[in-house]
């Protein structure tokens, strides 16, 4: 029984190795290996189960998952950071805050059982205005959000187009503003050139095409699933989905850092990018932007509270030559299905 376990394991051992070789390659040429941006959370916890398994029977043979959870160590640390999240005095006198938040249309505000909704309203208002941040990065935004963001007074100056999910608020001057369009009204990128503590930079919102796969994830395991090959179809259906949906990200992510490429100013992309950190869209970006989990996270950096929990998929990133981060902190709320990711830093040019 012992060896037929341990055959598993080494089975199990060869894909989770496969599986960190191929993160972070093109989907639209390897698909399938894609979907490891999703695999790899689960595959460390497996490790996890299985070195328990292993100090339980034969705890010899649990060096196995050992051995896999170190040689996996680049790809956690993209998930687990222990580093210090508020080096506040390594930052400026320029320091300044953004926030990236998908605010999911403040459904949540609206959508209850009784008559909270203003008690709710009041409690988001609350919120905005504990944290201030300089610029505020949303996705998701609606009219209704904008309304209520606005009565913070907090922005005077925005950048938000009704036909857009995504905008940028800013407590400094927006000189310049624009669309990276991506042709479709569910996902969009918007850009503001704003000047901060006299220095010019620019700002992107971004929210990527979504997978589309949280009202599946919540029918594969619903125990009213009437046959296992009803679940079969709704799997398939999860996998085109995430293939297709990461094929568009990769175009979407390429279209935004050959806008980016021309800009004069130095650069902050965030948002809501739908994919995990060893997705190829977040190798793209990685390779001239630094991400502030990375640099000042702590912990678990996940962001999306909705059917598919633990995943990080929302991120500030920030030109590696020109901005430092003195911290990051994800702000846990029930507003909506993302937390918002808040960080600070200074521009050092």
Known sequence: MKNFLFSGNIIFAMICILTYIMSGLNPATYWL???????????????????????????????LSFGIIILGYPQLKLLL?????????????????????NVYGLKNLKDTLDNSHLANKTKFLSFI?????????????????????NKSDLYPYFHYLIQFGAAIYSKHPIIEKGVVDFGTKTNSCLWADILV??????????????????????????????????????????LRNYRNSAVIRASQTQQILDHAQQAKVPVLIAGDFNDTPFSFAYEQITKKYKDSFIERGYGLGSTFVGALPGLRIDYVFAGIKHFDFCRHEVLQTTF????????????RI
């Open 33 to 63: 290996f894609s979907i490891s941006s999703l695999l790899i959370p689960i595959f460390f916890i497996i490790n996890i189960l299985w070195i328990l398994l292993w100090l339980i029977l034969h705890w010899k043979y649990s060096f």
């Open 197 to 238: 503590h006299g220095k010019r930079m620019r700002v992107y919102s971004v929210h990527l095409q979504s997978n589309r796969v949280s009202k599946d994830v919540n029918k594969i395991t619903d125990e009213q699933a009437e046959k296992n090959s009803e679940r079969l179809n709704i799997f398939k259906r999860m």
């Open 336 to 347: 909506s299905d993302h937390n918002p990711v808040f960080t600070k830093l200074y521009c």
């Open 129 to 149: 205005r504990q944290y201030q941040p300089d610029i505020l990065c949303v996705q998701e935004d609606n009219l209704y959000a904008d309304d209520v963001i």
């Open 81 to 101: 950071n222990f580093g210090e999240s508020n080096s506040g005095g390594k930052c400026n006198s320029a320091v300044f805050s953004l926030m990236s938040y």
